[in-house]
């Protein structure tokens, strides 16, 4: 017996905003059949294909420390990690910590807008080269 994922979940300030964010940084969806209000507790959203979810839901503390488990993220389009590294940065996301490398190597960690750190990685294309 095994166990499956059925989703991640992030507490947020405000999940509304969070689950705006992540969608446009993952282009995921919600479910129109259940679509998230500004005024929800809980927002879900979901990769295209539906197998992968994300739950924001409000609690009423801020982040306090470091993120035990954050998301790395590559670039899924033609392009590469610093033309996506721009695209985050604009929708919102704050560098917080630069680990790129003069070979071209290494990460950029980022913070939501509440602060929950992530990384985006080189893509696919750039770790082939």
């Keep these: 017996m095994t166990a499956l994922i ?3 979940t992030f507490d947020s300030l405000d999940a509304y ?3 705006v964010f992540w ?3 993952l282009d995921f969806r919600e479910d129109p059949q259940d679509p998230n209000q500004p005024d929800d507790d809980e927002c879900m959203i979901f990769s295209a294909d539906g197998s992968q979810r994300l739950l924001f839901i409000n609690v ?3 982040k306090q420390v470091k993120n035990r488990v954050h998301l790395d993220l ?4 033609v392009g590469g990690r610093d ?3 721009a695209r985050l940065l ?3 996301a704050t560098e917080v910590d630069d680990q790129r490398r003069p070979d071209g190597t290494g990460w950029v960690v980022l913070a939501d807008p509440e602060g929950n750190e992530f990384c985006i ?4 294309a750039e770790r082939s080269a």
Excluded: N
Aim: aromatic share 0%; proline share 8%; net charge negative.
């Design 6 to 8: 059925s989703h991640t």
């Design 74 to 77: 590559q670039p899924a389009e």
């Design 83 to 85: 033309e996506e590294l």
């Design 90 to 92: 604009a929708l919102g």
């Design 121 to 124: 990685l080189r893509s696919e």
């Design 17 to 19: 905003a969070q689950s």
């Design 60 to 62: 009423p503390d801020r």
């Design 23 to 25: 969608a446009q940084v």
